[in-house]
C-alpha cells in the first residue's frame, strides 16, 4: 500500500469520525503525520488478510454501502467460496477511494433517499441467525420458521445466501409481541390436535 494512502486512512481513523450515514464521514482534516511503522505501512488498521462480510460491513458502517461497493466493483468476493470474503488490500483500496471523495454507484434495487437523511443509512448491526435465536429465547428452525412467514424480517448481506437479522428489528418483534402471540396461536392448535 503507499504511503500516502496510509497516511489518509490513519489520518481518518485517528481522527475518530462518528458515523453520519453520509459520505462526509470518510473525510479527514489530514493525514497522520506520525511515523509509521512497518506494520502500518502494511495494514493500517490491522486487518486481517481475509476479512468476512460482516467484519467488511463492520469497516464501512453500512451493508447498503457495502452492497453499493460490491456492484460497483469496487470489492470483489474471493472466488470459490460459499460465503463471500474480501482481502484486506481490496478493502483498504476501497477505503482510500471514499477517502479521496469517490463515490460507488447507487444500487439499482436502492430506493431512493429522502431528503434530509442520511445518504448511506445508520450503522445496523447485522446477527447470525443461531445469535438471533438465542437473543428471542426459540430455536433457528422456530426463527426460520418466523422469518419464512414474515413474523420476523431477515436480510441477505450482499452476495451471500444465508440470513442476518437486525438486533433493532428483534427488539421491536419482542416489544410488540409477535412471538408470543404466534407461540400462543401454536400452543392452541396443539391442544386442538390433542
Same mark, same amino acid.
Given at each position: ?6 497516511r489518509?486512512?490513519?489520518g481518518w481513523k485517528q481522527?475518530?469520525p462518528q458515523?453520519t450515514?453520509n459520505y462526509d464521514y470518510?473525510?479527514s482534516?489530514? !493525514?497522520? =503525520?506520525?511515523?509509521?511503522? #512497518?506494520i502500518?505501512?502494511?495494514s493500517? %488498521? ?5 476479512l ?5 460491513c463492520d469497516?464501512?458502517?453500512s ?9 460497483s466493483?469496487?470489492l470483489?468476493?474471493?472466488p ?9 488490500e481490496a478493502v483498504y ?8 471523495g469517490?463515490?460507488p454507484?447507487?444500487?439499482?434495487n436502492?430506493p431512493a433517499?429522502?431528503?434530509g437523511?442520511?445518504?448511506i443509512? !445508520?450503522k =445496523?448491526?447485522?446477527i447470525? #441467525? ?5 437473543f %428471542?429465547?426459540?430455536s433457528v428452525?422456530t ?5 419464512d412467514?414474515?413474523?420476523v424480517?431477515s436480510?441477505?448481506l450482499p452476495?451471500?445466501?444465508?440470513r442476518?437479522y437486525k ?19 401454536v400452543?392452541?392448535l396443539?391442544?386442538l390436535?390433542?
Amino acid at each position: 500500500m503507499e504511503t500516502d494512502q496510509c497516511r489518509a486512512i490513519l489520518g481518518w481513523k485517528q481522527s475518530n469520525p462518528q458515523w453520519t450515514g453520509n459520505y462526509d464521514y470518510f473525510q479527514s482534516a489530514q !493525514p497522520f =503525520e506520525g511515523e509509521l511503522s #512497518p506494520i502500518q505501512e502494511i495494514s493500517p %488498521l490491522l486487518l486481517p488478510p481475509i476479512l468476512t462480510v460482516e467484519e467488511t460491513c463492520d469497516v464501512f458502517g453500512s451493508p447498503v454501502l457495502l452492497s453499493r461497493l460490491c456492484e460497483s466493483d469496487w470489492l470483489v468476493p474471493l472466488p470459490g467460496h460459499e460465503d463471500p470474503y474480501f482481502t484486506a488490500e481490496a478493502v483498504y483500496m476501497a477505503m482510500a477511494r471514499h477517502i479521496k471523495g469517490e463515490k460507488p454507484r447507487r444500487s439499482s434495487n436502492e430506493p431512493a433517499s429522502i431528503a434530509g437523511e442520511p445518504e448511506i443509512g !445508520p450503522k =445496523e448491526k447485522y446477527i447470525t #441467525p443461531q445469535h438471533a435465536a438465542d437473543f %428471542l429465547s426459540i430455536s433457528v428452525s422456530t426463527l426460520r420458521a418466523f422469518a419464512d412467514n414474515g413474523t420476523v424480517p431477515s436480510y441477505h448481506l450482499p452476495n451471500s445466501t444465508h440470513r442476518r437479522y437486525k438486533i433493532s428489528d428483534l427488539e421491536t418483534v419482542m416489544q410488540q409481541g409477535r412471538i408470543e402471540s404466534f407461540a400462543n396461536q401454536v400452543a392452541d392448535l396443539k391442544d386442538l390436535l390433542r
